[in-house]
């Protein structure tokens, strides 16, 4: 198993930043990569970003890019979204999850997941 803890969440006006952090612990060594989700009121879980834990390959959604960073400290097991330049539709429940398969764009292709912080972006 793979417990995943974020962090981080909060309210800010638009133009401004956040970092969200996602703890993970147990079976790491399990999973190739991480990603971030959010999920809008009334709205399907989308795929923000996600990043392979072996080779740092990054991978984001067409609607973060350029604004958005994903990182991970190996060290503290921790991967990290660095939220610039953010908007009104940012505004979401983030998610952190883990994933054996490595198919980072799909979010049933995720075996863990936290319990998600919160994100609003007052314009």
């Known amino acids: 198993q793979v417990q995943l803890v974020e962090s981080g969440g909060g309210v800010v006006q638009a133009g401004g930043s956040l970092r969200l952090s996602c703890a993970a612990s147990g079976r790491t060594f399990s999973t190739v990569g991480m990603g971030w989700f959010r999920q809008a009121p009334g709205k399907e879980r989308e795929f923000v970003a996600a990043?392979?834990?072996?080779?740092?390959?990054?991978y984001y959604a067409d609607s973060v890019k350029g604004r958005f960073t994903i990182s991970e400290d190996n060290a503290k097991n921790t991967v990290y979204l660095q939220m610039n330049s953010l908007k009104p539709e940012d505004t979401a429940v983030y998610y952190c999850?883990?994933?054996?398969?490595?198919?980072?764009?799909?979010?049933?292709?995720?075996?863990?997941w936290g319990q998600g912080t919160q994100v609003a972006v007052s314009s």
């Open positions: 990043i392979n834990w072996i080779y740092g390959s990054t």
């Open positions: 999850a883990a994933s054996r398969s490595g198919n980072y764009y799909y979010a049933p292709a995720y075996d863990y």
